[in-house]
């Protein structure tokens, strides 16, 4: 084996240069969100099947997938690497607990040694990317900002792949709620690399907390060029529809969700998260989506193969419960009880369950039910991962639920508390309560 360098100066062990430049381009690919890290990841494999860190990387790739079949794909690529027996460095060693780690449900140790990969080598773009994903999933808002921060100034401005730094790190600001830093950053990712699709989701979130929904739609509409080839395009779509949303304007919602959303019926979480979050919102305003929520349904049942991770549970409650599939409901919530193990029965112990619980009891007509399951979960809630904007979709629901429960003087309240951190939703507020009973 020989001591190669990645293009960001970080020592790889490898037997072949072009390998290493494959592995390098996979690596960029996930950080930006554009390509095709998977079939890179791949080439670099074909040209040196003894580049472990490829090895790794394909692994982390099958765990993103967060499904049974793809923890089961990382274990396996894991176990054949006992045949490494020696070769190996520092960084290889800690990528690969890392990675054990995380097939093992463990995703707090895996970060653990992601975090000493990244002292040791701060310009590890494959660590520092894995790491703020994973404390995306464990819902830690605070490492998600500060795992980039740590490293910055080993990213100077003019080192190749700092504008990916500066996009990481522009995430982690928006979900502190330091919006101004946060698009500082996004738009100095973007200057850097127009086609960084995480930088690009960085700043539509900022416009998504801000209540900046004309400045979003616009950003997102003149962008798409650039952000719309890539696999987490639907996302971004998502977010736009976040903005109509709020503008009550649901033609264009529906539009989205019939066209890049959902056109393509993938059986990829991501997508099916996003689905079932949008399908929600419009039920909550009155739209009718039965037929739309028929199809999605069918396609999560599908996927639900065994508890890996409990947000994605969640969402596919919504899914089944907009149609009233009740039963697969309780078949999924028992699965989880008996069954999530590690940091996922952490979550789902902590706020999931309670979760899942709630919000299918709102949708079966138990709004008491609802409300008690709902009123005390928000402040630890971030447990179950996703995003503040994702998250959201908790308080829209507590709405309906209040006034659908008769709650009247609690309906106000928490409209006046959505009023006072979001002055431009204020419109869409007020209708969801009047969609709904008041």
Same mark, same amino acid.
């Given at each position: ?7 960001? %100066?970080?020592?790889v062990? &490898? ?5 290493? +430049? $494959? /592995? ?5 690919? #996930? @950080?930006?969100?554009a ?5 890179g ?9 003894r580049l ?19 923890v ?20 290889e ?11 093992? %449900?463990?995703?707090?140790? &895996?970060?653990r040694?992601?975090?000493r +990969? $990244? /002292? ?5 773009? #494959? @660590?520092?990317?894995?790491a ?18 740590r ?6 401005v ?7 730094i ?10 502190n ?27 539509a ?8 929904q ?30 109509h ?22 059986d ?15 039920s ?13 349904a ?6 639900l ?9 969640w ?12 039963s ?19 979550a789902?112990e902590r ?24 009123v ?8 179950v ?21 008769g ?7 928490l ?24």
């Amino acid at each position: 084996m020989t001591a190669f360098t990645d293009r960001w %100066g970080v020592p790889v062990q &490898a037997e072949s240069a072009k390998a290493v +430049a $494959l /592995l390098d381009q996979a690596v960029e690919d #996930l @950080a930006a969100l554009a390509g095709e890290p998977v079939a890179g990841t791949r080439a670099a494999l074909a040209e040196d099947d003894r580049l472990l860190l490829g090895h790794i990387y394909s692994a982390y790739l099958s765990l993103y997938a967060n499904t049974s079949a793809g923890v089961a794909a990382a274990r396996k690529v894991l176990d054949d690497l006992e045949r490494f027996d020696g070769g190996t460095d520092e960084r290889e060693v800690l990528h690969l607990r890392a990675a054990r780690a995380w097939a093992n %449900g463990e995703w707090g140790e &895996a970060t653990r040694s992601l975090e000493r +990969a $990244l /002292l040791h080598n701060p310009r590890d773009l #494959l @660590a520092l990317k894995v790491a703020q994903d994973l404390y995306f999933f464990l819902g830690n808002r605070l490492d998600l900002r500060d795992v980039a921060a740590r490293v910055l100034p080993a990213w100077p401005v003019d080192l190749p792949g700092w504008g990916y730094i500066s996009g990481i790190y522009a995430f982690g600001l928006e979900e502190n709620a330091d919006y101004r830093a946060a698009e500082a950053r996004a738009r100095d990712a973007l200057i850097d690399n127009p086609l960084d699709v995480w930088a690009v989701h960085a700043l539509a979130h900022v416009f998504e907390m801000e209540g900046r929904q004309h400045e979003g739609v616009a950003f997102l509409t003149e962008t798409a060029p650039d952000w719309s080839p890539s696999y987490f395009a639907v996302h971004n779509w998502w977010h736009r529809c976040l903005y109509h949303l709020d503008l009550l304007e649901f033609d264009e919602v529906l539009d989205l969700y019939d066209g890049p959303i959902r056109a393509e019926r993938t059986d990829q979480w991501l997508d099916i998260v996003d689905a079932a979050a949008l399908l929600w919102r419009l039920s909550l305003f009155g739209v009718d989506v039965n037929e739309r929520a028929e199809r999605l349904a069918d396609d999560v049942e599908a996927l639900l193969d065994g508890p890996v991770y409990v947000f994605n549970d969640w969402h596919a409650a919504m899914a089944l419960a907009l149609v009233g599939r009740q039963s697969e409901i309780e078949q999924l919530v028992a699965s989880t009880r008996r069954h999530a193990v590690g940091t996922n029965r952490l979550a789902a112990e902590r706020a999931g369950l309670t979760l899942l619980e709630g919000f299918a009891s709102f949708a079966d007509g138990h709004f008491d039910r609802a409300l008690d399951l709902l009123v005390d979960i928000r402040p630890c809630a971030h447990a179950v991962g996703g995003s503040h904007a994702q998250r959201d979709i908790i308080d829209l629901t507590l709405l309906a639920t209040a006034a659908r429960a008769g709650q009247e003087a609690l309906a106000q309240a928490l409209l006046a508390e959505r009023v006072a951190r979001k002055p431009t939703g204020e419109q869409a507020a007020a209708a969801l309560l009047r969609a709904n009973g008041l």
